[in-house]
């Protein structure tokens, strides 16, 4: 949009933070942020990894939106702490076993829980997609991506969401049939490398919102998470 085109200016209207329509607005916000954290706290208690993510992350974004820092703050260790639980079933599921994959469903009917390595011709869009399906079907799965070895002879690891995430590790010993503790130290490598790779001047709702998109890429790094929570409590004060 051309903001030089006197025919297209708008005049930008500053809410009243003491309007009464924007008092009530915000309490309508604020009791369903904690109507959502009790929902995933109750989820939690009934070991509902799944139901508890979803209403965890709906709190989660929510409150970001609504500018309340500190509910999302406390909407992030349950988030983490069902993650972890529903990765701990897809490890368990694995049995020592990586399942590996060049190609996924355009469209997915089902999914059998455990660990996947997505490789070339597969790329993190299919890696993506497999694990929204999973969370849909309530099927825990931990999902990797890689993409060719280079020229150094390193392995790119990816994963796309809010943003794309790349960094470039080590191969497995057997590049055709990675082991499941390759697989997983790859997986937290990704993340390590989301939070070292953001602009370390970003502060404040930069470095919140920074951090939400590569979580939304990287879901199952418990880190990231603690890293977010961190940002939103400095932003509360």
Same mark, same amino acid.
């Given at each position: 949009?051309?903001?030089?085109?006197?025919?297209? @200016?708008?005049?930008?209207?500053? /809410?009243?933070? *003491?309007? /009464?329509?924007?008092?009530?607005?915000?309490?309508?916000?604020? %009791? %369903?942020?904690?109507?959502?954290?009790?929902?995933?706290?109750?989820?939690?208690?009934?070991?509902?990894?799944?139901?508890? *993510?979803?209403?965890?992350?709906?709190?989660?974004?929510?409150?970001?939106?609504?500018?309340?820092?500190?509910?999302?703050?406390?909407?992030?260790?349950?988030?983490?702490?069902? %993650?972890?639980?529903?990765?701990?079933?897809?490890?368990? &599921?694995?049995?020592?076993?990586?399942?590996?994959?060049?190609?996924? /469903?355009?469209?997915?009917?089902?999914?059998?829980?455990?660990?996947?390595?997505? *490789? /070339?011709?597969?790329?993190?869009?299919?890696?993506?997609?497999?694990?929204?399906?999973?969370?849909?079907?309530?099927?825990?799965?931990?999902?990797?991506?890689?993409?060719?070895?280079?020229?150094?002879?390193?392995?790119?690891?990816?994963?796309?969401?809010?943003?794309?995430?790349?960094?470039?590790?080590?191969?497995?010993?057997?590049?055709?049939?990675?082991?499941?503790?390759?697989?997983?130290?790859?997986? *937290?490598?990704?993340?390590?490398? &989301?939070?070292?790779?953001?602009?370390?001047?970003?502060?404040?709702?930069?470095?919140?919102?920074?951090? @939400?998109?590569?979580?939304?890429?990287?879901?199952?790094?418990?880190?990231?998470?603690?890293?977010?929570?961190?940002?939103?409590?400095?932003?509360?004060?």
């Amino acid at each position: 949009m051309d903001f030089t085109t006197a025919s297209k @200016r708008r005049a930008i209207r500053i /809410p009243d933070l *003491e309007d /009464p329509a924007n008092t009530m607005a915000t309490k309508t916000t604020h %009791r %369903r942020i904690e109507t959502l954290l009790e929902k995933t706290e109750a989820a939690m208690k009934q070991t509902a990894w799944f139901e508890a *993510e979803r209403h965890a992350v709906a709190a989660l974004d929510l409150a970001i939106e609504s500018g309340d820092h500190e509910s999302a703050a406390r909407a992030c260790l349950p988030l983490q702490e069902a %993650r972890r639980q529903r990765a701990l079933d897809a490890i368990d &599921a694995a049995k020592g076993q990586v399942d590996v994959l060049d190609s996924v /469903p355009a469209e997915i009917e089902s999914v059998e829980a455990g660990v996947y390595l997505i *490789e /070339p011709n597969g790329v993190g869009a299919d890696a993506r997609r497999l694990r929204i399906a999973a969370l849909q079907l309530e099927v825990p799965v931990l999902v990797v991506c890689r993409e060719p070895v280079n020229r150094m002879g390193l392995v790119t690891i990816v994963a796309i969401g809010g943003s794309t995430v790349r960094t470039r590790i080590d191969p497995p010993a057997d590049l055709e049939q990675p082991d499941l503790q390759w697989t997983l130290a790859a997986l *937290e490598q990704l993340g390590d490398s &989301a939070i070292d790779g953001l602009d370390p001047g970003l502060s404040g709702p930069q470095r919140i919102d920074a951090l @939400r998109a590569v979580l939304d890429s990287v879901t199952d790094h418990e880190r990231l998470h603690q890293a977010l929570a961190d940002a939103l409590r400095a932003a509360a004060g």
